[in-house]
Every structure is written in C-alpha cells, then in structure tokens.
C-alpha cells in the first residue's frame, strides 16, 4: 500500500520563529496533537504536545517567548512518500516515534502519517480480510 492515500489532509505547518502559543492554537483549532515546521517550504523539524508539556510547560518557560525553533526536534525521521506501508511501520518502529512526515524528493512535506493513521488503516484491511473469509466459507462446505 502506497503512503500517498496519507497525504489527503491539509498539513499544518510553522515557522521555526513562530512561538509556542501560535503553535499551541494551530493544534488546538486543527486537532492534531503536531505540526511541522517550515523554513523555506522544506522541513526543518516537527513540535509535539509532548515537546511543549515537556520542554515549555515542564520548566516553566514562556509560551509567548519560547520559539518553536527552541524545543522542535530538529531533522526529523521522515519517509519518501515512494515508499510502501511496510516499509514505514519499520521506520517507526526502529526509531520509536509515533508521527513521521510523507516528503517528497524535495524534501516538501506532502502529509504526515500517525500511529493511529496506520493501525486505522490495518484494523480496515483486517476487517476486509474477515468479511472476504467469511463469504467463501459457505462455497467451501458446499
């Protein structure tokens, strides 16, 4: 399955300039727990609800002062979005993240898939599977 059925949602991006309260209303009104952040049209990082509770909230800095650029995760794992479902569950898993960006040769972020993106899209493969299964069995004790 290609990643490109993953990239049909708008992807919310910022500045690395933007400060955390900004970043923290575009999760908000978008209800999505990242963004990613652009410079240039090209990923620079992506900031998480965790990174801000951790790394703002957690020691007290200042969501209006604190600058994305400062508590992003800087050159993030991302996959080519050539690449095959497979091939990103491994990514994931060998680098225990939950969200990765779908980029292109240009390093433009076309998506972004999450965990939950992936397991939704297998629980329906599964469901699929069982209903297929399930309508030949009567063929078979005929």
Do not use: W, Y
């Amino acid at each position: 399955m290609s990643l490109r059925e993953f990239c049909q949602r708008e992807v919310i991006g910022i500045s690395p300039d933007a400060d955390i309260l900004e970043a923290c209303k575009l999760m908000r009104e978008n209800n999505i727990g990242s963004v990613v952040v652009l410079e240039s049209g090209k990923l620079r990082g992506i900031l998480t609800d965790r990174d801000i509770a951790l790394k703002v909230t957690g020691t007290n800095n200042d969501p209006r002062t604190t600058k994305a650029r400062d508590v992003m995760t800087q050159n993030p794992v991302r996959i080519s979005v050539d690449k095959e479902l497979q091939h990103l569950t491994n990514v994931m898993r060998v680098h225990h993240v939950r969200r990765v960006p779908i980029v292109d040769d240009a390093n433009q972020v076309l998506g972004i898939v999450t965990m939950d993106d992936v397991v939704a899209r297998i629980s329906a493969e599964i469901f699929d599977l069982g209903n297929t299964i399930a309508e030949t069995l009567p063929m078979l004790a005929a």
